[in-house]
DNA sequence: CTCTTGACCACTC
DNA sequence: AGAGTGGCCAAGA
């Protein structure tokens, strides 16, 4: 398949992302069947940058502590684009230009209480190389 | 071809 | 809480 086919894959998940709602890399990644490859959905979003495309680029953050997502753009002006999109489609960012995921995350996640105990069960076991 | 950087993420100190 | 470290893989210099 041609090289562009993989960003398709990224981008295909990118734009099941509704209006008002936000995701973060690794989600996409690991939504694409891909987990681990957050980097590569970043470079996927950035090769978009000019280009003709319906990928809304601006509802995928970079993941911020736990339910948090963060706009995760070096670049200030393209940071600076994606925060006032985000906010023209209704995502409420924080004054650190924060996101919570518990809002407007996608796909909606199972509100989980903190539990008493700190029973974390390490929500991702990403240690392994996951190859072979 | 090697080295560096990157729109990442999670762990550790 | 902030900084450092390791890991993943791709693209550019």
């Known amino acids: ?3 562009a086919g993989r960003f398709e894959l990224f981008y295909r998940v990118v734009r ?3 209006r008002g709602r936000v995701t973060t890399y690794g989600q996409v990644a690991l ?3 891909m987990p681990g490859y957050a980097r590569h959905v970043g470079h996927a979003l950035a090769a978009l940058r000019g280009t003709a ?3 809304p680029w601006q509802r995928v953050l970079g993941k911020d502590g736990r339910g ?3 706009i995760a753009i070096l670049d200030a002006m393209g940071a600076g684009a994606q925060r006032a999109l985000l906010e023209r489609e209704g995502v409420a960012l924080d004054a650190r230009g924060r996101v ?3 809002d407007f995350g996608w796909p909606t996640l199972t509100p989980r209480p903190a ?3 700190r029973a974390r069960s390490r929500p991702r076991t990403r240690g392994s190389t996951g190859r072979s």
Do not use: I, K, Q, T
Request: glycine content about 4%; charged content about 25%.
């Open 115 to 117: 539990p008493a105990s």
């Open 68 to 70: 948090w997502a963060r």
């Open 16 to 18: 099941r992302v509704p």
């Open 53 to 55: 495309h319906r990928v």
């Open 31 to 33: 939504l694409a069947g």
């Open 1 to 3: 398949m041609d090289p």
């Open 100 to 102: 919570r995921l518990a």
